[in-house]
Each structure stands twice: as structure tokens, then as C-alpha cells.
């Protein structure tokens, strides 16, 4: 069974100070690893994937295969970070994702 | 990209009835899902949405409660049967190309009354 667990329901922070969401899964195969975000009225939004290494919008995500977890990090938070984040996997059911609950992200002046 | 919309965006439904959501893509996908994410819950995945052929339901969705179409390579639609509260949720639509990239449609809220 695939499973993706986000401890943190809220988590809040001040504006410029480092931000690290959690995520751990588990998956007996290879996972593909996602974040995704949603702001405000607006549709969810794929924010990185694992496979790609890149940043977008300074945010940050390793894939630690040794600990099952594919953190989201970033150095400097900015009040427009606030929003869902959810981290999913893409396993068993091919192509389809495994969400986590969600953490809610508020970044305060 | 692909642009996903979906119709309608919100109901309010009687206990009983049925509702139709509608989902559009504005390119050719691989692949379509459906997801429903319940008051204060993360989504959940209902079914993959097969072009030709049957929907692939996951474990505790069944057919004929959630019957889905998908006539072509851009169109999808999800119905859900036979109302009752505990259905009141919103409903995704999702598609996939042939890159990794997943996308979402606004939702649809459904309240059941």
C-alpha cells in the first residue's frame, strides 16, 4: 500500500524566516514524489516533482529515499507563500496520485 | 499546459437525485482522473477515466454509483447517483499528458440537502 503522510496541519511563520514542510510516504517501489500548492480561489498547481531537481519560487524539495521523505523547504518565506500544500506520490495506481492531508501554510509580516 | 474547465461549479442537490459534472480539456490528454476532496479532507481518488473503454474505480468507488464517460481524448464526465449528504464534497477533474505534470479543473462543490 502507498501511503503520503503530512504531520503538520498548520504551520506558521514570519515573513523571512526558513520554512520546511514535511512529507514522508510510503511506497515498496519507485516512487514519483510531487508538491503541489493551492492559493487562495484558486485550482491546485503542480510546485516541483522530484524528478526534475529544479526550484520554483525558491522552494526547494530532496527526495531522501533512506528516511521515505520528500521535504519542502525554503530558505526566506514571503507572505505570498501562504497557502495548501500538498505533497503527493505517484505509484500504484500508474499514473494516478496519492495525496497527503495537507498543511496550511501562513506567513505573517 | 492543458487548461481543464469543468460545469457546473457549484449544485445544491436533493437526497436522491443525480448530477452530471462535465470536464473539458483543451488539448488531446493521455490520461483523466477523478478525485473528490470531502469537507476538511485531503482528495481522494475516484477513478481513472479510460477513453474507449470502462472507468478503472478505486477501492470503495463503485460504477454504479459514480458512472463515468470519456467519449474522446479531451472530454470527461462523472456522475454522481442517487444523492445523500455524505456526498456533498467538491469534485476534481484532473488530466495527465505525456509528461509528469498533472493537471486540476476548479472543482466542483456539490452540496446535497
Known amino acids: 500500500a502507498q501511503r503520503v503522510t503530512q504531520p503538520e496541519k498548520l504551520l506558521s511563520v514570519f515573513k523571512g524566516a526558513p520554512v520546511e514542510l514535511k512529507c514522508n510516504y510510503s511506497?515498496?517501489?519507485?516512487?514519483?514524489l510531487f508538491w503541489y500548492v493551492q492559493y487562495s480561489r484558486q485550482r491546485l498547481q503542480l510546485l516541483l516533482r522530484h524528478i526534475s531537481r529544479e526550484s520554483i519560487k525558491g522552494f526547494t524539495a530532496d527526495l531522501n529515499k533512506g528516511e521515505t521523505s520528500f521535504h519542502l523547504k525554503k530558505p526566506f518565506a514571503q507572505e505570498e507563500d501562504s497557502a495548501m500544500y500538498y505533497c503527493a506520490l505517484s505509484g500504484q495506481s500508474g499514473y494516478a496520485l496519492n495525496f497527503g492531508k495537507g498543511t496550511s501554510l501562513l506567513v505573517t509580516p | 499546459s492543458a487548461v481543464i474547465s469543468q460545469k457546473p461549479s457549484r449544485d445544491i442537490c436533493q437526497r436522491g437525485t443525480s448530477l452530471t459534472i462535465q470536464c473539458q480539456v483543451d488539448?488531446?490528454?493521455?490520461?483523466m482522473f477523478w478525485y473528490r476532496q470531502q469537507p476538511g479532507q485531503s482528495l481522494t481518488l475516484i477513478a481513472t477515466a479510460n477513453q474507449g473503454s470502462e472507468a478503472t474505480y478505486e477501492s470503495g468507488f463503485v460504477i454504479d454509483k459514480f458512472p463515468i464517460s470519456r467519449p474522446n481524448l479531451t472530454f470527461s464526465t462523472l456522475t454522481v447517483s442517487n444523492m445523500s449528504p455524505e456526498d456533498s464534497s467538491i469534485y476534481l477533474c484532473?488530466?495527465?499528458?505525456?509528461?509528469?505534470?498533472?493537471?486540476f479543473g476548479p472543482g466542483t462543490r456539490l452540496t446535497v440537502t
Open positions: 488539448s488531446q490528454v493521455t490520461m
Open positions: 511506497y515498496s517501489g519507485s516512487p514519483e
Open positions: 484532473s488530466a495527465r499528458d505525456n509528461s509528469y505534470e498533472q493537471y
